[in-house]
């Protein structure tokens, strides 16, 4: 099993940032993608970004590309979500996910809320 789970998140001014961490609770390194989602209020939850295990490939949603960046450290079981120039309608819970012997883990999510 693998336990994820996110922090980082809280309430900023638009055009601020945050920097999100989602730690694993066992080794990463042969964990091939790990994406982040979001969950806006009565929206479905949408991908935001994934990076595959030695970081060299990432994708990114339309909405978030120059702005946001995902990264991860496998030496610290650790991936991360730079965020910039927030937008309002940035605000959603943020989730990471991790798929590991075809099963697929979510961490609780960080609630990020972005003021106008």
């Known amino acids: 099993q693998v336990q994820l789970v996110e922090s980082g998140g809280g309430l900023v001014q638009a055009g601020g940032s945050l920097r999100l961490s989602c730690s694993a609770s066992?080794?990463?390194?042969?964990?091939?993608?790990m994406r982040w989602y979001r969950q806006a209020p009565g929206k479905q939850r949408e991908l935001v970004a994934a990076i595959t295990s030695g970081g060299s490939s990432t994708n990114y949603a339309d909405s978030v590309k120059g702005r946001f960046t995902i990264s991860r450290d496998n030496a610290k079981n650790t991936m991360y979500l730079q965020m910039n120039s927030l937008k309002p309608e940035d605000t959603a819970v943020y989730y990471c996910n991790a798929m590991w012997v075809a099963v697929s883990y979510w961490g609780q999510g960080t609630q990020v809320t972005v003021s106008s």
């Open positions: 066992r080794s990463i390194f042969s964990i091939n993608v």
